[in-house]
Every structure is written in C-alpha cells, then in structure tokens.
C-alpha cells in the first residue's frame, strides 16, 4: 500500500500510445474523444452549481452537489485518460477510477431512493390549474366578501335608522308623554278624592279604570325608557370585568325586597356562584329582571321557590334560574325574548321588555339566553351563558354534554 501511494506518479509502465502503436488518427481519435467529454463534463458541475445558488428554494439541492462531485470526478477519468497515452501514470488514474465509483455508488443509491419523493412533486401543468382554480377562488371570494361588506354596511344603516327612530320615540316619551300622563293620574285621583263618594257606583268605577289604565300607561312609558336606555349601553360596549354573580344576586335580591316580601318567595342558591366575565350592573338587571318574573308569573296557592345554579363548560359558564311557576309553552319559548311580546293580560302588570332586556345584555357579553319549560303549571328554567375568567388549570367538566342546548332564544 505504501509502495502504492510512494510510486503514485511514477510512469513505470508502457504508455498507453503504444499499444495504439502511436497511430496518429487513432490517437487523436481519443484525445478528442476524452478532451471534449471531460470538457462537458467540467462544464456540468458549474452550471448545477450556479443553478443550486440561484435557485435556494430548491428541494433536494444536496443530491446537486452529490451529483456535481461525481461528474466532476468522472471528467477527471478522461482527462487521465490523456494523460496516460504519454504517460503511464496507472496508479494515479486507477485512483481517481476509484474516487469516481465511491462518489458513483451513493449517488445512484440516493437517486434511486429519491424518485418516489421526486415522482410526487407537481408537475408545471398541475402547478398551473392548482394557480388557475385558486384565483378563482379568491376571486369568489373577494366577491363574497364584497356581498357581505355591502350587506353587513346595509344593515347598520338600518339598525342606526331603527335607533335613531327609538331614540326619538324615548325622547318623546320621556317629554311629552310621561307628563301629561302623570298629571292625569294626579287630577283624577284628586277628583276621585273630592268627588269620589258623591259618585255612582257605576262612575266610580269608571273613574277608577281611568287612574288605572294611567298607571298602567306611566309603568309602560317607563319601561320603554328602560329598555332604550339598556339598548343604548349595550351599543357603547360597556366595560369588561370580572363580576362575582354571588355579589350581583345579593344586589339583586335587596334591590326586589319588596316584591320578594310580598310573594313569600324562597330564593335558593343550589350551587357556588361564580366569578365571570361581565358587567356588574347589566348582571344584576339580568338576574333582577329573571328573578322578578319568576315571582310574577308563580302559581297561586303554591309556595314560590327559585333556584339559582351554575355549571362550566370550558370557557362558559351556564346560569340557570328555575321556577316553580306557571311555565310556559314550548311554543312561545322565542317568541317571549321579543321586546312587548306577552304571554299574560293585564291580570299580571308587565310591559314585556323584561325578557328583551336580558337577550340584549346576554348576547352583549357574548352569551346566550334560552328557556326550558315542559308547559303550563309546569314551571320553568331560564338559562344563559356567561364567558368564564380565563382559568389556567383545565375544568373536569369542560366537555359539552352531548345533545345541550346553548342557544333557543
Ligand atoms: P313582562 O313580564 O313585562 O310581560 P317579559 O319580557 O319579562 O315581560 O316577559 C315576557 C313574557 O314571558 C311574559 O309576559 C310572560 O308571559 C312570559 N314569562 C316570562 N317569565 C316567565 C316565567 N318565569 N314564567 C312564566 N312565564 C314567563
């Protein structure tokens, strides 16, 4: 081996000219022939390596260079090739065979194991049509976007309108209703106190549905101001923070002392209350307004109780305020969050915007309001959701019950 790589250049052979016995066409014959391949062969390696540099997205850029060093080293055969007609430097250009197929092995093997993944790329033409089917999609896109934007600015044109003309009407109730109204009710029931007793019984009453149908007129205006004022606060997106609902009920609760007084009725929590993402003053409307109606529409003769729960599920927490009372017909169970919708007559005093008020601070906080009810007499369960405070350790009971309903209203 040392004797090998000592001798490397020694030229201590016959040069390969004579057995071609120094025929000049035969020589140049392989000197052309071994000059122009290696040439080529010199060639190729620079242009990869040009295109490898130019193109630095390309997959597969280490089986260029592969592929480069084997080219470059197969050049070198036919330029030893040369070399040898004069001079018989075997050893040296057995070598450089055998540098040429160590670098020719893994090259073909890596080539080979390459052509599935080479195979799958795109071709130009699937290139093109995937280019093709794209723009147009975004281009239906861009459409559809367009449609919406135009649709999406339609409607806030006529929600404004719609405000604007709830805005004036509050106004004018607020100005020129609410006091003509209650200086009625006053002059009447002054006039009853004067005049009441020289009466007939027959005007006496009458008298006494004017008073009421005032009342009822003054309750009317003043929950109409009511709801506009909760519509308007809803649309100033009102400040975000956290509200413990335990606090917010106890408001609730002192702020219907009178009204719970008077039905007697039993206010349970069944579960802790949490702490939730919301308004304080817009919770404690919603809880005031479900609890209120639950005391409203009881069951005479029958012991109100109200139950107050909670339950998470994953980033929401559902609060459920059941009844005892008449309940309500699966039917109207939409209808009821519509703003002067009512199930009831004038035996229960009401304006119907309890319900509207809730649905429109629910879904401001991002939530939902449904009822469950199985019919009259049968009671029923206001539920809504509330986002929960972002709570890094992961609830057990974060999975959805299969079939829940979220959304009714
Ligand atoms: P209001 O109570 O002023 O009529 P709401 O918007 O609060 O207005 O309620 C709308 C209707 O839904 C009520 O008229 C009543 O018929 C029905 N309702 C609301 N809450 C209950 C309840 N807890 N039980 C039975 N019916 C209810």
Redesign the pocket.
């Known amino acids: 081996m040392v004797n090998f790589f000592r001798k490397l250049f020694a030229s201590d052979f016959m040069a390969h000219g004579f057995c071609l016995r120094w025929d000049p066409g035969v020589l140049w014959l392989h000197i052309a022939s071994d000059g122009l391949t290696a040439l080529a062969y010199y060639i190729i390696p620079i242009a990869l390596i040009y295109f490898v540099r130019k193109r630095k997205d390309l997959a597969f850029d280490w089986m260029f260079v592969l592929f480069g060093v084997f080219i470059l080293a197969c050049g070198t055969t036919h330029l030893m090739a040369i070399i040898t007609l004069w001079d018989p430097m075997y050893r040296l250009e057995g070598l450089i065979k055998g540098i040429t197929a160590l670098a020719s092995v893994p090259t073909a093997f890596l080539l080979v194991r390459l052509i599935p993944s080479a195979v799958a790329l795109p071709r130009p033409e699937d290139l093109r049509n995937e280019i093709v089917l794209r723009t147009r999609a975004e281009e239906q896109l861009r459409k559809l976007n367009d449609e919406l934007e135009r649709r999406v600015q339609n409607r806030t044109a006529r929600l404004e309108r719609y405000n604007d003309a709830l805005q004036r009407l509050a106004y004018i109730s607020n100005h020129d209703l609410r006091e003509p109204l209650r200086h009625m009710t006053t002059m009447t029931q002054l006039l009853q106190l004067q005049i009441g007793t020289a009466l007939k019984p027959s005007d006496r009453t009458l008298m006494e549905h004017i008073i009421d149908s005032s009342s009822r007129m003054q309750n009317i205006v003043d ?1 109409l101001l009511g709801y506009t004022r909760i519509l308007n606060e809803v649309n100033e997106d009102p400040p975000i923070s956290e509200v413990s609902l335990r606090v917010v009920l106890a408001e609730a609760e002192d702020n219907l002392r009178d009204a719970i007084q008077e039905s007697q009725a039993h206010i349970l929590c069944k579960t802790d209350l949490p702490v939730v993402l919301g308004n304080p003053l817009l919770l404690r409307q919603v809880l005031q ?2 609890l ?3 005391m ?2 009881r069951m005479p003769d029958v012991e109100c109780r109200i139950e107050i729960s909670a339950r998470r599920y994953g980033p929401v927490h559902i609060i459920s305020v059941r ?1 005892n ?4 017909k699966i039917q ?1 169970a939409d209808v ?2 519509e ?1 002067f ?4 007559g004038r035996e ?11 649905k429109n601070i629910v879904e401001s906080l991002g939530g939902r309001i449904w ?1 469950e ?1 199985n019919g009259e007499g049968t ?2 369960t ?1 539920h809504f959701t509330l986002n929960a405070v972002v709570d890094p350790t992961p609830n057990p009971d974060s999975v959805e019950p299969e079939g829940r309903r979220f959304s009714k209203a």
């Open positions: 929950d307004n479900l209120s109606n639950s409203k529409y009844d009372g008449v309940g309500i109207y009821i969050f703003a919708k009512r199930l009831h229960i005093q009401g304006s119907g915007v309890g319900l509207a008020i809730c009822v009810s009671g029923s206001f």
